[in-house]
């Protein structure tokens, strides 16, 4: 089982979320020579949205990724594959180079289920420009069949070559994600599949390994788990767990020894009582993020109260 | 799913393998309490075993229960039954009052396969005294086909009436479950089933879920994870997500709030890499844990080179 599976790391790209961008360039180097000494076969390396469309006053390389500033830092390419994250609307097709002016070999495009359209439109342009190409359909948990139907129409008549799974909230269990991948499969047979997962009750490795039983060959994952919030699946466990003979523990353990024990001191991700809760109430984890960043963190009785009183529900409902 | 499960707590017993049973009474008793309100069916209190009979030169009561003292400490039983365990070989048939003297609602054996006779016995003796029975069998995923089918033979003619699947060394993943909890279903179909994870890999709580999803009905798990090396599946993710009106989260996020943060601060359990290794070893997480209390704890490659080298392979196997 995995002869086929291909790991994203994205380490950077969701990691990044949790501490703004604050990787220091050694970190992002040792961690693409870890990676490709480990047989990880893409690292995503951030986002490459536009800081004129968000408005952006300082810099934030990672956030905003500049193909000079990537041949720079990785002057020379080694096993792993580079990607991108770009969000609709928020990326600027004159930043975009054609594939072989540029480092990165695939570009991600996340969407929620009302933008299939239009995040197919990314798709298309990514495509003609040579770039490998992914739609990341986030949110899956709260997506009504209905809508999911009408998308997948779309989907096949474009040439993206993966659609994901993505599991934002960290509230699906590896019963939910052999549906959805089922599902998936039977409506869309000629693409390939993705899963991207969140560790709010401890089942983002779980659920990928469920993905990766029923036929999802791109799994997504960060070092030491790091991703926003409750963070994502181990990139440790998978390179452990799949066998496949291409990758090596060693050089993953070694990016953990030196660069993310130390992460991990001075930025907060993984199992936390609020996300779990989150998770298991099926909601985006903003709420929990706030609370973790207020005097009353860790006052976990009074969070569950919050987020399950009627007024609270309404007020999230409606965001 | 999941109405005629029983969640078993073994905060105490499990856990006092993380800290040396350094429990305080207000501890355990708002444990009691928290675990009572909860719903949670039964928690198990400590071991049963003889100080005598291991020599003990210090005073454990969690280790080395007693009726008085636990009558002194719960006076009053609420919802929740309790359980301890015994070794065997390390238990006195002296130290065990009849059921309706005791505090204890149910006596468990743990045993390794080779020694299921011997615990069959015990089973026996405690059955006798009107207490509920399991045997928990040790090592599983290390155990041959030909020895289990042996062991079940004996099981099936003992009045035992739980028989549990421990996957001591957190190297089972759900598909492993799966087909245990299938094999144990056909062979001894008389006997209702439980199963107690570990953490190693993350899959904990996975693990648990996919044994309730085939049939299993006594589960254990620690509050806030709290067990012997990576922990084990935690009782408030099984409290959450089982569909059954009984159950509520907020006591159990009371106990987590008011202990488990500072518990977890003087003591270590849980995801950590070394355990994480030994897990995908099918080791014990003895040389782990001796590891973690060494000052090149951190140092994971060299760790993983220790432990992958064929001279500490041949060490480990002979013990």
């Known amino acids: 089982m995995g002869q086929h599976c291909k790991i994203l790391d994205c380490t950077i790209r969701d990691g990044g979320l949790v501490n703004n961008w604050d990787f220091s360039i050694e970190f992002v180097q040792d961690l693409?020579?870890?990676?490709?000494?480990?047989?990880?076969?893409?690292?995503?390396?951030?986002?490459?949205?536009?800081?004129?469309?968000?408005?952006?006053?300082?810099?934030?390389?990672?956030?905003?990724?500049d193909d000079n500033f990537l041949k720079e830092i990785i002057p020379e390419k080694k096993f792993t594959k580079l990607s991108a994250l770009v969000d609709i609307g928020r990326v600027d097709p004159d930043d975009?180079?054609?594939?072989?002016?540029?480092?990165?070999?695939?570009?991600?495009?996340?969407?929620?289920i009302r933008e299939v359209d239009k995040g197919l439109e990314?798709?298309?342009?990514?495509?003609?420009?040579?770039?490998?190409?992914?739609?990341?359909?986030?949110?899956?948990?709260?997506?009504?069949?209905k809508k999911l139907i009408e998308a997948f129409e779309l989907v096949q008549n474009s040439p993206v070559d993966v659609v994901y799974i993505v599991d934002s909230f960290g509230s699906l269990d590896p019963a939910d994600i052999e549906h959805q991948v089922k599902k998936f499969k039977e409506m869309i047979?000629?693409?390939?599949?993705?899963?991207?997962?969140?560790?709010?009750?401890?089942?983002?490795?779980?659920n990928t390994l469920a993905a990766m039983k029923n036929g999802v060959t791109f799994l997504d994952s960060s070092v030491y788990g790091m991703g926003r919030a409750a963070g994502n699946c181990h990139t440790e466990l998978l390179v452990s767990y799949i066998q496949k003979t291409s990758y090596e523990l060693?050089?993953?353990?070694?990016?953990?020894?030196?660069?993310?024990?130390?992460?991990?001191?001075?930025?907060?991700?993984?199992?936390?009582?609020?996300?779990?809760?989150?998770?298991?109430?099926?909601?985006?984890?903003?709420?929990?993020?706030a609370?973790?960043?207020?005097?009353d963190r860790d006052k976990f009785v009074d969070f569950y109260d919050k987020v399950t009183s009627p007024e609270i529900a309404l007020a999230t409902a409606s965001k």
């Open 32 to 65: 693409y020579n870890g990676l490709s000494a480990a047989g990880v076969e893409y690292m995503e390396i951030g986002y490459k949205n536009s800081p004129k469309l968000l408005n952006a006053t300082e810099p934030n390389p990672w956030r905003f990724l």
């Open 96 to 112: 975009i180079l054609p594939r072989e002016q540029s480092v990165l070999d695939m570009i991600r495009v996340a969407c929620y």
């Open 122 to 145: 990314l798709v298309q342009m990514f495509h003609d420009l040579g770039y490998e190409t992914s739609l990341n359909i986030m949110a899956l948990s709260s997506v009504p069949e």
């Open 189 to 206: 047979p000629n693409k390939q599949l993705g899963i991207h997962t969140h560790n709010n009750m401890q089942l983002a490795f779980a």
């Open 250 to 289: 060693k050089p993953v353990l070694g990016i953990i020894e030196k660069h993310m024990l130390e992460m991990r001191q001075n930025w907060e991700w993984g199992y936390i009582i609020p996300y779990m809760i989150s998770g298991v109430l099926n909601e985006h984890p903003r709420v929990a993020m």
């Open 291 to 295: 609370y973790r960043d207020s005097a």
